[in-house]
């Protein structure tokens, strides 16, 4: 592209929504800002507590202005997110409207388009690996030269429009008790399977949309829990209406049953189930939702 009709403008961030308020003055062209917020108010993802140095997205225009773009990578350091590269510029005064997606992949300039065969065995359920499988996606965001901070934010309560990034993916967590005759003091459980899921499945860079491959296996995710009493896995979207658990704990493996709300995991949705380990059974309650959008099981029982 040729660049010698823009002048490059500082790289800023400000805690705006999708309507930009921070206006250029002057006529000069301008690079766009990016600023950027995981849905609502909540301020993590299920890779790490906030946005990390080193994160990156892909921001793309949608078509339909003289100002196009396809998956250009911006990286988050410190505060803000600046580009690995060739800044975005706009070329028209016209507003453009942008989507986003994470993590980034493949080649600036050219669209990532579906990521298919994607695993979410346990080998990407690590701490280190998560972030490659949780998909965030946002999109609406308006700018243009006098507004050039492109805001994927949240700003329903004063325009009705949330731009800001959604977990695109569902997402299991599990927290274990102990029930009547256990004590965790001196031997915590092991280990729990969750058995009877679609373990692969795509992620579409260009519309946020992530789904189970249709004629995939149903397989076992095991996780080892390392002495703590909480763990959460990653998972597609998908049509379930239970989950055979089985808990490892003082070499004797404990099984129950989670029932899925609605008979499916629902891409953003964080189920979370209690898991009481009783001296001959589990005991699990019912799911909640939570936001991630948490979805409770609530108690549930396992039998030895």
């Not at 078509?63 to 410190?78: D, L, Q, V």
């Not at 690995?84 to 992949?105: D, K, L, M, W």
């Not at 499945?201 to 390392?226: H, I, P, R, W």
């Not at 909480?230 to 989670?258: E, H, K």
Request: hydrophobic letters at 35%; charged letters at 15%.
């Amino acid at each position: 592209m040729n660049t010698k009709f823009f002048a490059l403008a500082a790289l800023a961030l400000s805690l705006a929504a999708c309507t930009n308020d921070n206006e250029v003055m002057d006529n000069s062209p301008v690079a766009a800002r990016i600023n950027a917020e995981i849905s609502n108010t909540v301020t993590t993802r299920a890779s790490g507590t906030a946005w990390e140095d080193k994160d990156q997205i892909g921001v793309s225009t949608i078509a339909g202005t003289g100002t196009y773009y396809n998956n250009i990578c911006y990286e988050r350091n410190g505060s803000s997110f600046t580009a690995t590269g060739e800044n975005i510029y706009f070329q028209t005064p016209e507003s453009v409207t942008f989507r986003a997606y994470y993590p980034f992949t493949g080649t600036p300039g050219e669209s990532a388009g579906v990521l298919t065969g994607v695993s979410t065995g346990s080998e990407n359920q690590t701490a280190e690996n998560r972030s490659l499988i949780d998909f965030l996606y946002a999109t609406g965001a308006d700018a243009d030269t006098h507004h050039p901070t492109i805001n994927f934010t949240d700003n329903t309560e004063d325009n009705g429009r949330d731009c800001s990034f959604h977990h695109c993916m569902s997402q299991i967590t599990l927290t274990f008790e102990a029930g009547s005759g256990i004590s965790f003091t001196a031997v915590k459980p092991v280990s729990y399977k969750l058995s009877g899921l679609t373990l692969t499945g795509s992620f579409d860079t260009e519309t946020g949309v992530a789904k189970a491959d249709e004629n995939a296996q149903a397989a076992d995710l095991t996780m080892g829990l390392g002495g703590a009493l909480t763990s959460s896995v990653i998972l597609f979207p998908q049509t379930i209406t239970s989950i055979d658990l089985t808990v490892n704990f003082n070499d004797n493996d404990y099984n129950a049953t989670l029932t899925v709300p609605d008979g499916a995991l629902k891409a953003g949705n964080n189920y979370t189930w209690t898991v009481t380990v009783r001296n001959k059974d589990l005991s699990v309650g019912s799911a909640v939702i939570s936001d991630w959008n948490p979805v409770s099981g609530g108690n549930v029982n396992a039998d030895l």
